[in-house]
């Protein structure tokens, strides 16, 4: 399992996310301080589906994203800014056992013990209203032309139900319009989605070049901090050594010290003693050299063991001091090469995600692209565009069919099978109902309904013939002077 897919046991720095299993939701933890959940690879406003609505607070960033380990009562869940303060939280309160926080495969925020499995609480986020073209085919087209489809079938249904030509012109009158606007809101459904795909690709194609100059700029040569990290360490090894003679140095005079210390409370007390058992004062010189005070161990001998030591302890605080300088050192050099790593990850986990979902978005403009371009096209040929439909066509016998729509649905209806962009049941119910388009234009032909000026506003134009110009007769005897004999030709010019 790949690192921005484990749960988060601790924070989220800014420019950090979680990521769902199945990779469609992104927890977001953003530089301007909110808190993001998307629904795509590409973190545009159109594809966040919640916010935290943080951004810019307090004292500004780094903003971080923190799960509380400490077992208080405080909330669980929180952002914190530059100088510390909150600036926003889930709301939750902490539970003793809650160590992590992951994206479910649903989009869901959840809150659990991840050792025992126990889950405390499933955030929801509110989903975001959707931008009024960002929506999928099925959503957003698809309605249009399977209710323009029906819509032809029970037009059908009710031209072979009439018994004059006054009826069809009934029932046209009254369901063209309809199918019109159905179709020409496919149409123009179809091209806002196609401009919304266009500015998504767009904005990916930057966000990779961004994502590629992070990784050039987290991709750099670690061989000479490698280096000045041996050095360091070797120094760090002979300062350990000093160290510990400088500890063992202490710890004798801290020794010597005591001794001192000791000598002299054991002289006085001698003294007091002899002092009180004593007669005379003349006794006390000699009593006390027998018992060996002449040799006394002075305030100033214990003094002076006192600032030996404590010239000791200073000189042990000071070679730490520089031990923790070099592992300080040594652990910047580490955390600054393991930070641009983990940088460099992230960038190249969300470059190989973009990559792969701009494909998709590329594969969706064009067959967005090729689909507004036939509506376009044949919605012009018929007059969708005017709010009418001629969708009638008059045979050389004289009868009328309803070819220009039938040859466009069905056009439509493949292309729409073979691109993919309509799949299962929806495929098989238009495939279905095309056949019954068909079936019943048949039946509508031999009605042999003839046209009719009443017809007329419901009949294609008629396909243009291309005009074939009759030249002049001299200059078709020029021409074959030309022919048959090529070395004439200069004296009629170019």
Known sequence: MDWHYRPMFNYLDSGEFLSSKNNKYHLVMEPSGKLALYNSWLWIPSNQVWSSNSAAKESGAPYTLELNMQRNDSYSVYIRSKSGAIVWDIGVRKVPTLNCLFVSDEGRIVISDFFRCEIFRTFDPVVAPKHK?????????????????????????????????????????????????????????????????????ASALVTQKELVKAMEETGGDFT??????????????????????????????????????????????????????????????????????GVAVSTKDVENARAVLDARKTDVFQQRKRCDDLNARINALFMGKYNAEGRKDMATAHLDGLTAEMEELKMQRDQYATLQEFLHKEGTQIGLAAGTARILELETSGYITMMPLIRMLKELVTN?????????????????DMVKIEVAAEKIKRLKIEGSKSLEDFFAPPVEEPSIEILPNSLIMNLRYVLFDPENAGQFGN
Not at 416 to 432: H, I
């Open 224 to 293: 000479a901090s490698s280096t000045l990290v041996k050095t360091l360490e070797l120094q760090l090894d002979e300062q350990r050594t000093i160290v510990a003679e400088a500890e063992e140095k202490c710890v004798r005079a801290g020794q010597a010290y005591e001794d001192a210390q000791a000598e002299y409370q054991r002289q006085v007390k001698k003294k007091r003693d002899l002092e009180i058992a004593a007669l005379a004062m003349l006794w006390f010189p000699l009593v006390s050299a027998g018992l060996g005070i």
């Open 416 to 432: 729409l099978v073979a691109t993919g962009l309509v799949e299962g049941q929806d495929a098989k119910k238009l495939t279905t």
């Open 133 to 201: 073209c960002h929506g999928t085919f099925e959503e957003m087209v698809l309605p249009y032309i399977l209710d323009a489809v029906t819509t032809t079938i029970q037009m059908q249904e009710a031209m072979l139900a009439c018994t004059s030509t006054g009826g069809v012109v009934k029932v046209l009158t009254r369901t063209v319009p309809a199918l019109a606007l159905l179709l020409t809101t496919a149409e123009t459904t179809t091209y806002a989605m196609l401009q919304d795909l266009i500015n998504h690709v």
